[in-house]
Structures are given as C-alpha cells and as structure tokens.
C-alpha cells in the first residue's frame, strides 16, 4: 500500500497568537493557486447523507468562505474576544519557528503545516504557513457542517448544505466522474465511517501529510480524538491493493470537474402551477371573506370526500391494515414470491410516513384530486386503488446519492409501489407491474436511483450477492455488501446511450449486473443473475445452449455457464435499447452452430428474446461470427412467440463473405429441422439444419425466401434481404 499512515506520538497542539497587522493577500494566494485541491479535500471529508450535489455546492461554498469575513461585526467580535482584527493571519506562538521568510513570502515550510514531502510542499509563495492555515479553516468548516448534518432534526427540511452564501445552483443538479470498480469501495468505505477519520485519510493520501502533521491539522480544526481517527484512515488505507492517492485523484472525488443534468421538470412545472393556483385561491378565499357575513357559516355540510376516493378505500387504504409478513415465512411456503418477502427496514412502524405514502396512492387513484405526486407508471401499470389490503415490504431512511430519502415499498397482488420523499417533502411515487414472479424475478427491487448507481433491495430468501461485469466472461463477481435489512451498497449502473451524455462517458465498457444465490432452505446451488433496465425490479438473464445429446429441448437455464457467459458478453451491449420497456426476462438462445465455408471458423447464430410483465415479447436474430467479432442483427419481431416455449422452430439466413472475397449464402434452423429450401433471389438447398451456398458474381441481390421442414410436416418459413 503506497500510504503509510505510522501512529504519532501525541503532543499537545501549539497555541497560536493572532497578529493584527496582517492582510490577507498571501491567504488569498494560497486558496486561489491550490483551489482545487482544497475543493478536493472538502468535498472528500462533508457527510454522504449531503448527497454528491450537495457535497459538490457545500465543498466549492467552505473553500470559498474559509477566509475570514469583514464587517462591522465580525470586527468587534474579533476585538472582544481578543482576536486581531479581519485581515489577520495566525501569529506564531512561544517555541514555533517563524514561517516566514522576509519581507511576507513564505518560504519555509513546516512539516507539520505544510505537508511532509507533500503536495505542499514547495517554493511557490502560495506554500507554507499560509496554506497550512487556510487547509485548517477548510478542514474545520467541513466537520462543523458533518456536526450539523449529524445533529439536525430528521422531519425538518434543511438537513443539508446551508442555502445561504455563493455558489448557488438551480435547476441543476451536479455531480462528479462516474467511480470504476476500484473506486467504488472506497467510496463506500469511506461514506460508512465518521468525518474525522475521511479528514484524516484525505490529510495523508491528498496532501501527502504524514500521521503528525494531519494530527495538527486535525487538532487545530477542533477534531475529536484525532489518534482513533489516524488509525481508522489508516485501516481503511490496508485494505486497498491500489494506491489510496490514485483513487483519490480519481474524477469520482474531483468536485471541479463535474456533470451537469436538470432536475425533475414535471415536479418543477408542477410546483409553478400549484403555486399559481394557491395564489388564486387566496384571491377568492379574500374576495368571499369581504362579501359573505361571517355569521353566516355555523350550519354549513361536512366536508365530504370526492367519490372517486369515498367508500371501501378511505377504510383499509390505513397504515394498520396493512399486511406483514413474518420473518421466516419464504421458508414455509411453496410460493415464493412477493407474498412472502417480511416487512423490513427501520420505519416499518412509522404510522405518518405509510400513512402519507398510502394517501399518496389514493391521491394518484382519483385524478380529480391530484394533490399528490405525479404517479411514474410502467408500462402496462396503472395508479389505481389496490383491490385488497396491500402488503408492506420496506420502510426506511436509504441514501440516494443525492441526500437521504424515506422509502416505502408495497405490493398489492399485482404491482410494486414504490414511495420516497426527500428530508423536505418533495415526494415520489412509482408503479410497476410484477404479477406472477417467482425466486427469480422476485429477487430484488430498486430501492433508490441516481444518475449513475443504484440500490437494491434483496429478498430475504438471497444467501449471497455478487457484482459480475458481463462483458468480461472469465471474471469472477466482486461479493456485494448488503445491510441486514436486505439493502446492498450502491451498484454502478450501465450508462451506455443513456442520460444524454457525451458518446466517449457512455460507451459501453462494463455491464454490472447482480448474480445471486438462494437459501438452500428452497433451493440447493441455486444461483442466477438480474441486471438492471432502469425499472423497479431488474431483469432475469437466462441462457439456452446449443441443441446436442446433452443440451435436450427444455426452458432457458441460468446464464452462468461458460458458454452462457461467453454469449451475454457477446449480447450485453445491446440490452440498453430495451431500457424502460418493463422487461421480466431476456434470454439468449444459441440455436444453431454452423462451419463456415473455406474452413473460415465457426459461427453461432443466436434468438435474444425479451419477455415484458406485461405479456407480449419481442426478438432479434443475431450472427456471431468466430472469435469475439461482434454479433450481427439480422431481424427483429415484436410481439411475438417467436423463440419462447410457443416458438420454438426458427430459420433465419443472411449473406456472408469469406476472407478470399468470395460471397456466399448462409442459412440455418433450430433442433428438429430436416431439410431447408432456399427461393427467391437464389435457389438453394439442404439438409439437416444449416445450409451454405456460393453466390453469383453479381451477388445474387433481393430477397431470399427460406422454408425449413420438421418431420411432423410442419413448415416454418423465414426471410433474409
């Protein structure tokens, strides 16, 4: 490991004097020439609970205002507590070597202000002493906001970075480099300790301190027991086989070098017209108040609830009615399914948060009343009342990425609810259909989601969670931590041809997805991989191999196989385009292998088939030539059977050129085909299940109608252009 972090003998912390007649000339050298670093160590060291946006703004906000303030008051506040005055630099105190060297340049630096052979240590004039003292004020600034984030009362809104003071952003949402799986641990190791101990560890791996000179930082910040914290960064350090500083370098912990994207138009249109209607209301509620005697009003009707929302709703859409499951009950029953995952997380018991999400839903329901948040439906969802009491599956406060949000989710039967709301309210509500899951597709949900990760929820019959990269078959998956209420680490998301972004952030270089194991309680060696579509649960990945005496005809298998993963990495790339269509289950079926001619290699021509919760599925016939060459769409199909367990005979051909430039061709079919006729622009024909032909010089050019034949007589007919 390239950081050593050694224990330091304790010595007690220098006190300093303040000189009243100095400027702030060099100070504001220092935060200028080394602003980035500083905004670095900042945003390094805030509380996640802050959110990535809100640790960007609050990180550039401390840096900037580390510097004392002028002012009338601050004046006679540094005057009465015997300060100096603002403009002041920290004097050196009995027994310090001066730090200065000349007429105001600093020159000499000090291991302990200035870094141990660190980043700070150098000739420039924005070195030294006055660098030492504006990192202080950072370092102090950004465990006083860690305190506050800690100690500020949940239901209030403003647990986050304070409003006032520049830089201020809206309409936008701000957030650094996309973190790798290298970066990824770190960033969860360090979001899972206390702030002294990210000071500590950003002191030694971003400044190059060494354990005494971040010890006196950390001392003249006011930080609490700094040796508990050497020692926590320097664990932390261990257990990293790459260096700490290059990680921090990283552009997941660079807050200069951000991405910018809106906030939710919909709710920001929506708050515009709500704030216009209330405006409104109060002009009318003012006018009837001046033209209507106030005496007047003592025997008017209750208020009575529109009718859409009246009746059997308003009695069992209530916190106490809804259904728990018990802890154990997957183990005991023979439907494993949403029906049996328990009631899990640290509100479940929390009646005005599942009472605001229950009124949210019932809100949606009656559109009439819309004065909930605007319902996200998957496709084929829809917002309405649940037919029977619904069942509680999670409460709890989660981190988002963006701050800490409550999360309630609820199954009715058929659909998965989903409701978050922000520290001030700002709520959400989510939809999706989830009807007849079973150990695989019920296996996890979405508890939150940024722009570039995502948290899960686990079922409670998951043993084990792994992260694997699809695109990198011979990889093994990275073990996956997940809290004892089910809920993993944030996982990266595929970002390839999503969220706008340039092509060179969204090429597709890795495609996370989740391999999971069950409890050998329900079944033994049972492992599987889901992956994510940016629905509420992710997608079943399945495999069918190639027909053969030890492949039979039977339905998809899990896609873990050699073979299975060699075809997904193959394939990964291209499950972006069936992102948000409410996906249950992609399978790739590879049914049929064929010799290419002129002894050019082998190619395995392969049936991505889709299924939706909905029902309906769709297709794409591909070609995978030899190697790694990438596969070839040849047809598509929309709701279809096409390749599903009611479609299970296929033919399809293309045409193909060999490496001497000679054009043939290719045409094949899955098990049980006999013979195949070729028609159209060529006449061709064979048995068995795969056909090849040289084509004309001229190419041969129309289409080409195929016909293949089972021996029960059946003909299954396909095209190639």
């Known amino acids: 490991m390239g950081v050593d972090l050694p224990m330091p003998i304790r010595k007690p912390p220098p006190v300093l004097a303040l000189r009243p007649t100095a400027d702030l000339r060099d100070a504001e050298a220092v935060l200028i020439a080394r602003y980035p670093q500083l905004v670095r160590l900042a945003y390094v060291i805030l509380p996640p609970a802050l959110g990535r946006h809100g640790r960007v703004v609050a990180a550039h906000r401390l840096v900037q205002r580390a510097l004392p303030g002028g002012g009338l008051a601050a004046w006679w506040a540094r005057v009465r507590d015997g300060r100096g005055v603002p403009g002041s630099l920290p004097e050196r105190g009995p027994g310090q070597p001066d730090r200065r060297d000349g007429a105001g340049d600093f020159r000499r630096v000090s291991a302990a202000r200035g870094g141990a052979g660190g980043a700070a240590a150098t000739a420039d004039p924005a070195d030294g002493f006055a660098f030492g003292w504006v990192r202080a004020r950072v370092v102090a600034a950004a465990l006083a906001e860690s305190r506050r984030s800690e100690w500020w009362p949940r239901p209030f809104p403003g647990r986050g970075p304070r409003r006032p003071g520049l830089p201020g952003v809206w309409g936008l949402r701000l957030t650094p480099g996309l973190a790798d799986e290298d970066e990824l641990p770190l960033l969860n190791a360090l979001s899972d300790t206390d702030p002294a101990t990210r000071a500590a560890f950003a002191l030694c791996c971003l400044d190059g301190l060494d354990a005494d000179g971040a010890a006196d930082v950390l001392d003249d910040a006011g930080a609490d027991d700094t040796a508990a914290a050497l020692a926590a960064a320097e664990r932390i350090a261990a257990d990293f086989d790459v260096d700490a500083e290059v990680l921090l370098a990283s552009p997941e912990f660079d807050p200069c070098q951000v991405r910018a994207y809106p906030t939710d138009l919909l709710r920001r249109r929506r708050r515009v017209r709500v704030t216009a209607l209330a405006a409104a209301a109060a002009c009318v509620a003012a006018l009837t108040v001046g033209l209507v005697d106030g005496g007047g009003g003592s025997g008017g009707e209750d208020t009575v609830a529109p009718a859409a929302v009246r009746g059997s ?88 990425g963006d701050g800490i949000e409550a999360v309630v989710m609820l199954f009715d039967g058929q659909r998965v609810v989903r409701y978050a709301e922000t520290a001030d309210r700002v709520a959400s509500l989510q939809f999706a259909l989830v009807d007849d899951a079973d150990v695989t597709t019920a296996a996890a949900l979405v ?105 039979p005809a039977r339905a998809p298998r899990e896609a873990l196989s050699p073979a299975a993963l060699t075809s997904w990495a193959a394939n990964a790339c291209g499950l972006g385009e069936m992102r948000g269509r409410g996906i249950r289950a992609v399978d790739v079926w590879d049914f049929a292998e064929q010799t290419l001619p002129e002894s050019a290699g082998r190619a395995t021509w392969e049936c991505v088939r889709a299924d939706t919760w909905r029902g309906p599925g769709s297709t794409a016939v591909v070609f995978r030539g030899p190697g790694k060459a990438a596969p070839e769409p040849l047809s598509r199909a929309d709701d279809t059977a096409l390749c599903s367990r009611f479609g299970q005979r296929i033919v399809a051909g293309r045409r193909w050129q060999a490496p001497s430039g000679q054009r043939y061709f290719l045409a094949a079919a899955s098990r049980g085909i006999t013979h195949i006729d070729a028609t159209g622009a060529l006449k061709a024909s064979a048995d068995g299940t795969v056909l090849a032909t040289p084509l004309p010089a001229g190419g041969a050019p129309g289409a080409v109608d195929l016909t293949a034949k089972a021996p029960d007589g059946e003909a299954v007919r396909g095209s190639a252009g």
């Open 313 to 400: 709703a308003v009695d069992y859409l209530v916190p106490e009615r809804l259904i728990r499951a018990a802890p154990e009950a997957w183990a005991d029953t023979s439907r494993v399914d949403f029906t049996a995952w328990s009631a899990r997380g640290t509100r479940i018991a929390d009646r005005p948060l599942l009472a605001r999400a229950l009124d949210a839903w019932r809100a949606a329901a009656a559109p009439g009343t819309r004065n909930g948040p605007l319902p996200a439906l998957a496709p084929g969802t829809t917002a309405a009342l649940p037919p029977a009491d619904p069942r509680l599956l999670y409460a709890g406060d989660v981190d988002s």
């Open 447 to 551: 508890l939150t989601r940024s722009a570039d990760r995502v948290r899960y929820l686990l079922a409670p019959w998951v043993a084990s969670a792994g992260l694997r990269d699809l695109l990198r078959p011979d990889g093994e998956p990275r073990p996956l931590r997940v809290a004892a209420d089910g809920a993993t680490e944030p996982v990266p998301v595929p970002t390839t041809g999503t969220q706008g972004l340039p092509e060179a952030q969204t090429a597709c270089r890795s495609w996370p997805v989740l391999q999971l194991r069950s409890s050998d309680r329900i079944a033994e060696r049972h492992a599987f991989l889901v992956g994510d579509l940016g629905d509420l649960s992710p997608v079943h990945l399945t495999y069918n191999p190639l027909p053969g005496p030890d492949n």
